[in-house]
């Protein structure tokens, strides 16, 4: 059974990755958004009750973190302070849904989530390196 899920991970990870280079050209943002959210899925084997429950406590947790994001974007990047601030604003947030999320996962899940966000976020990031290497 594990060998089946690593393959089908595996799987899905190279489609993720083929789909990516089709992302960046139309609508990204929501596209990515959409990846996103399949990707999550897969990564914590949501049942359909689970992802039911999940996904407007995750959608709240994502628009505010947006906010956050938005709010010290255009705070110099050499302001030190700016950038602490999004920090403590961030980890407040992320105590605060952690605990959002085990009432709707197991604390398993929940465990999972936040490796399963920081994979998705290398695996962009690979993404957009390697695309813009092409470019240059």
């Known amino acids: 059974m594990k060998l089946k899920h690593i393959i089908s991970t595996g799987i899905f990870a190279l489609l993720l990755l083929c789909s990516t280079s089709m992302i960046f050209g139309q609508d990204g943002a929501k596209k990515i958004r959409s990846m996103k959210v399949g990707f999550l899925t897969e990564k914590l084997s949501l049942t359909s009750e689970e992802a039911e429950l999940f996904w407007p406590v995750y959608n709240k947790y994502q ?19 700016a950038h602490i601030k999004r920090q403590e604003a961030e980890l407040t947030l992320d105590k605060e849904y952690n605990s959002k999320f085990k009432k709707v996962l197991a604390a398993e899940k929940v465990l999972l ?14 993404e957009i390196r390697k695309r813009k290497s092409k470019d240059e």
Do not use: F, G
């Open 113 to 126: 989530l936040h490796q399963a966000e920081r994979e998705w976020t290398k695996i962009l990031l690979q």
């Open 63 to 81: 628009d505010r973190k947006d906010a956050i994001r938005k709010e010290y974007k255009n705070a110099s990047q050499t302001d030190a302070d």
